[in-house]
């Protein structure tokens, strides 16, 4: 990959490093990857410390971007693994997203999905994921998040997501049953989704909705016409995208949106020079990584939507994202699944 | 009385009016020795709020600001027999009566000051409930926020885009997206921006009574400004772009006069001067009052407040603001005026073929200023004769001849000013300005700010005042941290945590 | 993390920043050990439930230590419960009777506890036992309840806070949803558009029963302080087809009710074109109703030559294949059959059959229920039918 395009690493002392309004037209390539790799790094970092209870997701979000950007030897594959493993709950199957805490349905798919991208999976117990996740569907089809009851269509999202990169949907869950609940949550209104039956269509629960639907091969149920338009016009004038109407821009939003688009072949809907705009003008030129609006605090959730959304807006240097399970094709590839996609209207 | 006060003072202040007591505020803000007095027993002189009682007493006794006062106790109407002249005067002191009633703007430059100063914390406000026009005689309230314009039923759909169009494209106007066509009426009067805009006559009214208040005369670069300066002060706080301070304006003054005194302002009531006397290249001017010599290096005063010596300085105290103040047992206009029992309506009254205009505000109980079924009408109007109630005998034929509400007490007084305020320059006395015929405060403000800037020309004028607890004392070096500089919900949390964690066996 | 702004800082706020997040740090890994161990030893008391309020004040998204609290209140609410299983069975006799006045004295608390009982001393006293220990059993409610408020007052889209405050009422059978729906009012006074709330406010309006009407009263408020709001718009069409149902199933609601809407919404329009919300709303509104969503199969368009059949469909049905579609003239009955999709979304399909057209007959085509009539193509003479679109 040629990368003389962006940014120098750091140390190799370019100018643009002392410029305090660094460009932000392009990609600050060796910033966002020292930022996510130094992320970790300082286990007394106030605001790490004070996010343990999402680590998962955490490394689940830096190990993607920077797989994305080719870079992920930068962090250590060994240790990530035992970790990982260490999270693994004995009795449920469930993963915590850090020793401590307890499982649920969110850090069980991103364990799977880390460990999927480092070829990983045999090191867990897979069957006991499995059960676990079988064991959250409720009678009506839904999920719960955890043994507490916490019912989403986020947690749909998760539970097929997980088994469908342990390749085990089919003889597990009741699929039927599952959809027709994702179904019982979508609104006339809009052709949107919201967290449960009768909730506001919001592009997050949508992204969930539409990635579950792709992931069962289920496509044909959404109105694409009706749920294309009220996403694409979730576009702003500043190039970004909103989660709801009348709500500011996003980077994370901006995935969502852009994500579900993808998968329902309405890429072309929205501007897509803009909300690269968007996002790039999102970067923290100073320190690396990307905020949920210009000007904002980085972190590592919105710095792996802010590549993702790049590089299914096609930015060179990227290696291709799948829409549906925001990991990188290539390994969706080598698992050998499929999700479905619809081709340009 | 008061003998153990200093005698040498950077500033002296006579008259504890708004003007007035924003530059005592000021002075005492940038470190000055301030002394504050007034003649009267009460703050505020012709600014201030008074009970019921006071107020009438205030009328009976003409002052040198204050003369041509009267006041008529009405019949109780038939369907408020309770009201009669007795029960009113028994809750006298749930009154709070204005001499110079005003709202302010939103975003206007007493709310402005108020935050930068942070006085904002010593009033309180409630925001004006409707801005009214008449309209073929009837009284309508007038659209102001966006959710007005929808939810009106004076307005014709196709009337509702036309007002939101116009107002966009005022709102718009000085930016670089600013319409062409509007460039075309500079020089032009605003009214005939309005004619050319095709809007109904019903909106035509609205943005010239009641958002751009403008006559037919005003200039197209007025009515954008005024219009402009109205929407700037939408959405900030409830519906209508208007506060009005709770209690009455009485107590705005004294929010500056508490600033001044946190300062180490000093204040005495009831105090007259009797004489200042200066001598040419003297840096100290000697006020004598009640037996004793005081020195100041300056000294600001109100027009009525002048020692009797000096008045004749500043030329003769003619008729400057026609006042009615009005007590009713109903308000003005229809229930949706007036919900719940009311809040505080705002209209703008024209004459003459809005040659005159004149100012009403209504109160309802909401706003502190009166008990709860009643209701106080200001009447405003630039002063011309030294009859107030024939000065306003056109606008109350409008108020009240077709809407009648049921008045039990009605007041006339007017305003005095003297003739060349501020310009005498036979004494090194800065004498502020009698209450200007304005809205909002923004003449009382400029004037403040002139007068304290010609005494300190290179300070700043009421600078955001600190917070208790930001007020750090000299010397703390920050980095120190410890415990005891945390912030309150943090060292509450480490205590608790700390109690709770006594047995753990974790190093420190 | 979201909107949090960037702000420069000079070195010494940096410094005492610091110092006070090392603090924060010290006393929240503290706690969080002490926390573990407790629950390790299963000592799922008082201490513990207090440890965990100091740190979900300030941080609700750890959803752990709302697992810990819930155990605590499920052991405690347990062992309330077998005392009060006891005490009735003790009182074998009268048990069905305090069981009864339970509810009654909790009705008593409210009512200024007038006419205390009649039942007689000994009685009475079990009354005020179990009554003191129903009391108990609903402070441990109140508790949870009163957190979890004042978590969402520090973060009102905590997921976790809102979960909890359900499953607290739900473990309650004397909840109290009246005083949720106050709360309802209360968050979306502060934030109309908090999705969380409208979540909880349908949730707890059904449990409280309260009418349509009254939902849609409440919409209509809001709108008015605010027509760019979404979220209203939404729940009011939820509210709306139930209220006012249409009878042909053609549009979303009645007739008369949808005039009135439409009124509304171009109103909305009219005073802020820019506004998507309305837009949104009113496409829904000149939507069809029931009747084409029920539809799996929405014919677009067909077209029948001698040798082949084609047939669009409006949305993809992939078991199209075991449908019966049927070729009907007055003389013969074709069984059209195997399908083929034409395309990946299969929306378009394909029957490679050979067909005996007489320009001169009728022809309807039959699926799924439908029988559409067919015209003739007078160039090729083949069949079509096609439906222009938007000819609703």
Redesign the interface.
Known sequence: MDFTSFVKPSNGGSAGDTDENADTSKLQFWKHVEYIENHGKQE?D?EY??TE??RMSGIYWGVTALDIMDQLDRLDRKSIIEFVKRCQCPVSGGF?PCE???P?MLYTLSAVQVLSTYDALDVIDCDAVVRYVVGLQQPDGSFFG?K???V?TRFSFCAVATLSLLKRMEQSIDVDKAVRFVMSCC????GGF???P?????AGLIYCCVGFLSLTQQ??LL?VDKLGW?LC?RQLPSGGLNG?????P?VCYSWWVLSSLTIMGRLHWISAEKLQQFILSCQ?TETGGF???T???P?I??TLFGIGGLSLLGHSGLKAINPTFCMPQYIIDRLGIQPQV??HA | MSDDLPEEFDLIVLGTGFAESCIAAAASRIGKTVLHIDSHDYYGDVWNSFSLEAFNKLLDQPSSSLRNGSYTWHEPAEEAPSWTRETLLEKSRRFSLDLSPRVAYSAGALVQLLIKSNICRYAEFRALDHVCMLYNNELVSVPCSRSDVFNTKTLTMVEKRLLMKFLTACNDYGEDKCNEDALAFRGRTFLEYLKAQRVTDKIATCVMQAIAMCDASSSFETGMQRTQRFLASLGRYGNTPFLFPMYGCGELPQCFCRLCAVFGGIYCLKRSVDDISWTPDAKELLLSSAGKTLRAKHIVCAPGQLPATLAPHYGQLQPHISRGLFIAASPLGNEELNKGGGGVNLLRLLADEGQREACLIQLSHYSGACPAGLYILHLTTPAFSEDPAADLADFTAQLFETNAPQILYSAYFTITAPTNANESAATPIYCTAAPAYELDYDAAIADARHIFSQIYENDDFLPRAPDPEEIVVDGEDPSALNEHSLPEDLRAQLHDLQQAAQQMDIAE | MHGRVKVRTTEEERERKKKEQVLKMRAYRAAMTRIQKKRSAGELDDELLGLTVQILQRNPDISTLWNIRRECVLRKTGELQSALKELEATEAPEATVAAGKLEEVEKEDKVEKEEKDDTGEADSKAVTGVAALAQQLQAIYTTELDLTEHCLMVNPKSYNSWHHRCWTLEQNPQADWQRELQLCNKYLKYDERNFHTWDYRRYVSAKAAVPAEQELDFCTEKIKVNFSNYSSWHHRSLLLPTLYPNEQHDRPMSEHKLQEELEMVLTAAFTDPNDSSAWFYQRWLLGSGAQERDQPVAVAAFRCWPHKAQLALKKPYPELPQLQIQLISEQQTWQLQPWQPTNGEKTQWQCDQAIYIDPSQDYVLALAGQRLKLSVQPSDKSLYYFVPPHAT
């Open positions: 007394d106030y410390c004070m209870f999402l915590a401590g805490h307890d649920h955890d507490w009851g916490e989403d609104n006339q209104t809009d919201g967290s449960k009768g909730a506001e269509s919001h496509l044909h109105d009220w016009e709801r109407p009348e709500k500011l996003d923290d905020s949920d609006r000007g904002n605090m972190d959730f919105h619809l081709t």
